[in-house]
């Protein structure tokens, strides 16, 4: 299935929503939900001052998202973190606070055209 240039696999659906707008969503609920959260950080603060950016959200406004409301019982939530301590151990106590359980973690190596790492991989990069 294609939609809006994305290739899905059947029984799928892309959607790309507005926190700011959540009490309008549908009752929908949901086998996965990918969220990349709108992390506070001094580069997009410093961006923000020019016009541009986008909206940051506070680590406890996120915590208040109604996730086990959008989330199938069974169902998978992937949350992308910068490597900040701070916003790590924010998520992990998300999925406390929303009954969830952390079953496994990802790290995204950002490398150049030619295979080599952009930074010096670290699990405890500040």
Not at 89 to 96: C, D, E, I, M, Y
């Amino acid at each position: 299935v294609e939609q809006g240039g994305v290739i899905l696999p059947p029984k799928s659906e892309f959607r790309k929503q507005d926190l700011m707008n959540i009490e309008e969503w549908d009752s929908s609920t949901y086998d996965l939900i990918v969220m990349d959260p709108p992390w506070s950080n001094k580069h997009v603060k410093r961006v923000k001052m020019t016009g541009a950016g986008y909206m940051m959200m506070d680590n406890d406004d996120l915590e208040k998202m109604p996730v086990t409301k959008l989330l199938n019982d069974d169902g998978l939530l992937f949350v992308w973190c910068t490597n900040k301590v701070k916003h790590r151990a924010a998520v992990t106590a998300w999925f406390t606070s929303w009954g969830l359980s952390m079953v496994g973690t990802w790290y995204w190596v950002k490398v150049t055209k030619h295979g080599e790492m952009v930074t010096q991989f670290t699990q405890d990069k500040q």
